[in-house]
Every structure is written in C-alpha cells, then in structure tokens.
C-alpha cells in the first residue's frame, strides 16, 4: 500500500488528491472510497492505486 497526505479536498464534490511518493502525480480520490467522515487536507492516510481512465485512482483509503 502507499502513503501520503490529502493535499486538496473539496467537501462538497466529496473528492480530493493526495500527495505521495509513490505516483509522479497527485492520485484523486473520491469518498467512496473512504469509510467514515470526510477527509481533511493534512490527513496521513494509506491506499491503494489503480489506473483510471482519467488517471491515478486511490482505493481502499483508510486514516493513519
């Protein structure tokens, strides 16, 4: 799994980047791929990434 930090959340859409190491660029996110309540940019968090048409997809995100 990677790890890395929300660098942008919009709470309304209810999707968000995350920053890492691990992808040359941000990986988006969506809250459906989050248990529990919405994420806060700064939060360490640990995921998955999958390739999506538009990009990086994070999946299977959980709080650190």
Known sequence: MAKGNVDFFNDTGGYGFI???DADDDV???????????????TEIEFDI????????AT???RL
């Open 60 to 62: 299977n995100v959980t």
């Open 50 to 57: 999958e390739q999506a048409p538009k990009g990086p997809r």
């Open 28 to 42: 988006f996110f969506h809250m459906e791929d989050v248990g529990g309540e919405d994420l806060e940019e700064g």
């Open 19 to 21: 920053s890492t190491e």
